[in-house]
């Protein structure tokens, strides 16, 4: 049997009323969930702008670090490189010196073999008297150069001889005799000479003559005015 309440005014007012109430309270809540949407996107495009900078800067701090050690890196290599390279250079300097004083012992080896030789030869092929060995050296006075002479004689002679020797130096067109300690002395076999001569700062010599006179023999040479590092 039909209810006769189900349609009446007063359950249709009822309806009618609760619609409006519901229909009066969603269009508020949709209207502040809207606005809620809305500040939330505006407030995440805000915070992505400001930490965009943040995250730019981050990376190229990264770059510049590792572009610092690179850098850095290289030159630690550069310079192991630049003292192996020094090493090398002193090695060579130190094997060039060592091979000068290599051909220096050298040289004065095969004069003293030629000293040698000539000393011990038959008196028929030797001089008499002979200047076997003359040089010149930097001296520490200014105006001075320091000497060194060698005069022989054959071994036969057991008797000692008298010699004299005359220096002569000449340059520029100019000559000037040189004196030593003993111009005049006695040897048997050989005789050595050094000192320190003064040379005028106007004078430029040139080559130097040295006479070496011994009874009836002779012997004269000339050399040209060098000094010799010792």
């Given at each position: 049997?039909?209810?006769?309440?189900?349609?009446?005014?007063?359950?249709?007012?009822?309806?009618?009323?609760?619609?409006?109430?519901?229909?009066?309270?969603?269009?508020?809540?949709?209207?502040?969930?809207?606005?809620?949407?809305?500040?939330?996107?505006?407030?995440?495009?805000?915070?992505?702008?400001?930490?965009?900078?943040?995250?730019?800067?981050?990376?190229?701090?990264?770059?510049?670090?590792?572009?610092?050690?690179?850098?850095?890196?290289?030159?630690?290599?550069?310079?192991?490189?630049?003292?192996?390279?020094?090493?090398?250079?002193?090695?060579?300097s130190r094997l060039q010196e060592d091979n000068r004083e290599l051909l220096a012992s050298m040289s004065a080896l095969e004069d003293r073999v030629v000293f040698y030789k000539r000393m011990a030869?038959?008196?028929?092929?030797r001089q008499r008297v002979d200047i076997e060995h003359f040089e010149l050296l930097p001296s520490t006075r200014p105006g001075h150069v320091r000497?060194?002479?060698?005069?022989?004689?054959?071994?036969?002679?057991?008797?000692?001889?008298?010699?004299?020797?005359?220096?002569?130096?000449?340059?520029?067109?100019?000559?000037?005799?040189?004196?030593?300690?003993?111009?005049?002395?006695?040897?048997?076999?050989?005789?050595?000479?050094?000192?320190?001569?003064?040379?005028?700062?106007?004078?430029?010599?040139?080559?130097?003559?040295?006479?070496?006179?011994?009874?009836?023999?002779?012997?004269?040479?000339?050399?040209?005015?060098?000094?010799?590092?010792?």
């Amino acid at each position: 049997m039909p209810n006769p309440d189900r349609w009446s005014p007063t359950r249709f007012r009822r309806l009618a009323s609760s619609a409006r109430w519901q229909a009066g309270l969603t269009r508020p809540a949709l209207l502040l969930a809207a606005s809620a949407v809305i500040l939330l996107s505006v407030c995440m495009f805000l915070l992505g702008r400001l930490s965009t900078p943040a995250i730019v800067d981050q990376d190229t701090l990264t770059s510049l670090r590792a572009q610092a050690s690179r850098l850095k890196a290289e030159q630690e290599a550069a310079a192991v490189r630049a003292g192996e390279y020094a090493i090398i250079q002193q090695a060579s300097s130190r094997l060039q010196e060592d091979n000068r004083e290599l051909l220096a012992s050298m040289s004065a080896l095969e004069d003293r073999v030629v000293f040698y030789k000539r000393m011990a030869a038959p008196a028929a092929t030797r001089q008499r008297v002979d200047i076997e060995h003359f040089e010149l050296l930097p001296s520490t006075r200014p105006g001075h150069v320091r000497y060194r002479l060698l005069v022989t004689r054959p071994q036969g002679s057991d008797a000692p001889a008298t010699a004299a020797i005359r220096v002569r130096v000449s340059g520029g067109g100019r000559q000037q005799d040189l004196s030593l300690a003993q111009p005049r002395f006695q040897f048997r076999y050989y005789q050595q000479f050094s000192g320190e001569w003064a040379v005028p700062a106007s004078f430029q010599p040139e080559r130097i003559d040295i006479q070496l006179r011994s009874g009836a023999a002779a012997a004269d040479r000339r050399f040209k005015w060098e000094l010799k590092t010792p």
